[in-house]
């Protein structure tokens, strides 16, 4: 099973960017899927970002045009820029990635706090 550890998160005024990161503990071509999920409380867990092996990319339709999902394979890292931050982005934000064979991988979460 992979590893997955996010950092990143932290507390931010509205209209502030953060940048998420997570890094993995092989090879990001042996997923077929990566993606970026978050919780607020009382919430469901929902995805929010996920970007393919081939590079296609999706967005959940409240950060399209603010979040930008991307990886790195030579540093085996995903990342999640967001930027026009806004209250309702506070969550934990948790990484995801998918193998052929696996179960899915999850990260420990990271915590996004977007307050004045």
């Known amino acids: 099973q992979v590893q997955l550890v996010e950092s990143g998160g932290g507390l931010v005024q509205p209209g502030g960017s953060l940048r998420l990161a997570c890094a993995a503990s092989?090879?990001?071509?042996?997923?077929?899927?990566m993606a970026w999920y978050r919780q607020a409380p009382g919430n469901q867990r929902e995805l929010v970002a996920r970007?393919?092996?081939?590079?296609?990319?999706n967005y959940v339709d409240s950060v399209k045009g603010r979040f930008t999902i991307s990886r790195d394979n030579a540093k085996i890292t995903m990342y999640l820029q967001m930027n026009s931050l806004e209250p309702e982005d506070t969550a934990v934000y948790y990484c995801?990635?998918?193998?052929?064979?696996?179960?899915?991988?999850w990260g420990q979460g990271t915590q996004v706090t977007v307050s004045s």
């Open positions: 970007i393919s092996r081939g590079d296609s990319r």
């Open positions: 995801n990635a998918k193998a052929w064979g696996e179960n899915d991988s």
């Open positions: 092989r090879s990001l071509f042996s997923f077929y899927s």
